[in-house]
């Protein structure tokens, strides 16, 4: 058990005692949840192998799970990676900061306890005020992976963090709820062509006005057997999944009501706002039909309400999304551990 130290900060102003503590508990090798633009993350100095060890333990994370490394400025990639190529400093110029991460070959500075043992390390530097602020007064790279236990749903706000990890870590620190809504956009810069292994908010459209040749790996949206060794170690495990066995269905709103009126009376329904399923049905309600930003930004909450509502089945409705659509997708199929259902 770890004391944990909650800390609220909305203004890195008027915060300033807030922000040089939690700092300070970064710099001692201490576990301290920050918010980002995304989600929260569990952040610890990347450098330190013992700290990227505390985050494997906090979280129940598989050891070979690589860790992201946060920075506050593009500069700071030069001491993490053993190269850097043009195109990483052309897409720093265009996304950063914000939720892009590029995988790249890792320098030695860079402990194999913080890349799960790989010889890459990935890198993003998050856009929200408070993330840069602590990294730049820690003076470290943090590590870190989303501020949830391994296999439920990452945390879009404190309290998500809170029902996780209260215990785990030395801090959280509270800065409201996240923008974006889901994880960054992993890319990596090792493969030729460079590959998407994780669609997010930076889209493969915009990806290719720099990257023509970018394409997105096979494992965004189907199962990696388990004998393949994935391109990224996270998407071999289940991931983003709720106690509720999700079943996605894919069909129009009308098809999908249908559906779900023939279906148990006790099933659980994860639908968007306007389906109008009967209000005997038990729903949830993840975001606006056609506005794929509402749905990523409520979806990880609305996966954790299933739980806390005891659901056992629950019926979700996918549409097929374009942008940040398909990231809402790939989370989705991972929630249900790709069991769907075509109308
Ligand atoms: O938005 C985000 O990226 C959030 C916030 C906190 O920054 N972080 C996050 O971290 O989502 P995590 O650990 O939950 O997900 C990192 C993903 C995993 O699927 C991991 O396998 C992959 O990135 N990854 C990390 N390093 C990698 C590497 N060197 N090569 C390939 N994939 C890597
Ligand atoms: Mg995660």
């Known amino acids: 058990m770890r004391d ?18 939690a700092a300070e508990m970064l710099r001692e090798g201490k576990l301290v949840v920050i918010p980002t633009e995304t989600v929260y993350g569990l952040a610890a100095n990347a450098l330190d192998p013992n700290a990227s060890k505390a985050i494997y333990a906090a979280k129940g994370r598989p050891s070979d799970n690589p860790l992201i490394v946060h920075i506050a400025e593009t500069e700071d990639a030069r001491r993490l990676a053993a190269a850097l190529p043009d195109k990483f400093f052309e897409l720093a110029e265009r996304f950063w900061p914000g939720p ?35 990294i730049r007064r820690c003076g470290l790279p943090l590590a870190a992976p989303s501020a949830n236990l391994s296999g439920s749903p990452s945390p879009t706000c404190a309290e998500h963090c809170i029902d996780d990890l209260f215990g785990r870590v030395d801090a959280i620190v509270d800065a409201g709820d996240c923008e974006v809504g889901v994880e960054s956009t992993v890319v990596t810069l090792c493969e030729s062509p460079p590959k998407i292994l994780r669609p997010g908010a930076v889209t493969l459209a915009q990806l290719r006005e720099i990257l023509p040749d970018i394409e997105l ?7 990696v057997a388990p004998e393949t060794a994935p391109a990224s170690p996270g998407m071999k495990y289940k991931h983003y999944a709720p106690k509720a066995r999700v079943i996605l269905v894919s069909g129009t709103p009308e098809r999908f009501r249908e559906f779900v009126e023939t279906r148990e009376r006790d099933c659980g329904v994860l639908c968007l706002a306007g389906d109008d399923v009967g209000l005997d049905r038990r729903s949830v309600i993840y975001g606006k039909a ?54």
């Open 290 to 343: 056609g506005d794929e930003k509402s749905q990523a930004h409520e979806l990880f909450g609305a996966l954790r309400k299933l739980d806390s509502a005891g659901m056992t089945v629950v019926y979700a409705r996918i549409s097929d999304g374009s942008g940040i659509g398909q990231a809402v997708k790939n989370r989705l199929l991972r929630a249900a551990a790709f069991e769907q259902i075509t109308l």
């Open 217 to 223: 790996d096979s494992g965004v949206f189907s199962s």
């Open 100 to 134: 892009m991460t590029l995988v790249l070959p890792k320098s030695d500075a860079v402990p194999l306890e913080t890349t799960g043992g790989i010889s890459t390390v990935a890198i993003r530097m998050p856009s929200h005020p408070v993330a840069r602020e602590l």
């Open 4 to 21: 944990t130290v909650i800390f609220k900060i909305h203004d890195i102003d008027k915060d300033s005692d807030q922000l040089a503590a």
